[in-house]
């Protein structure tokens, strides 16, 4: 079972910087997709960033420019260094990763997605 661990979260005045982790139990080379979300509303999570289409980097909208991903495969972990916060960056923040495989029985492809438990970040005006 894949587990993902998030860190780094806290309170932060806009303007500032603060960088979370994402440990997971596997090298986050091996899935198809893995990075960052943010709940957003209530009904849906929105992308932050993530590494996916054969290790490309990509962004939300909101946060480009601002935040950068990495990943160090020696520490299972996924990076996420977040600069210039808005207080409407305010969230919580998800690690989330992808795998797709293929189902022989059922001959499709299968896709499972993987979710950490959040990390809150607050930025203060």
């Known amino acids: 079972q894949v587990q993902l661990v998030e860190s780094g979260g806290g309170s932060v005045q806009a303007g500032g910087s603060v960088t979370l982790s994402c440990v997971a139990s596997?090298?986050?080379?091996?899935?198809?997709?893995i990075g960052w979300y943010r709940q957003g509303s209530a009904t849906q999570r929105e992308l932050v960033a993530e590494?996916?289409?054969?290790?490309?980097?990509k962004y939300g909208n909101s946060v480009k420019g601002r935040f950068i991903i990495s990943r160090d495969h020696a520490k299972n972990t996924v990076y996420l260094q977040m600069s210039s916060l808005k207080p409407e960056d305010t969230d919580v923040y998800y690690c989330?990763?992808?795998?797709?495989?293929?189902?022989?029985?059922?001959?499709?492809?299968?896709?499972?997605?993987?979710w950490g438990k959040g990390t809150l970040v607050t930025v203060s005006s």
């Open positions: 596997e090298s986050p080379f091996s899935f198809e997709a």
């Open positions: 590494f996916s289409d054969g290790g490309r980097e």
């Open positions: 989330y990763a992808k795998r797709s495989f293929y189902n022989m029985v059922m001959e499709r492809v299968d896709r499972t997605e993987y």
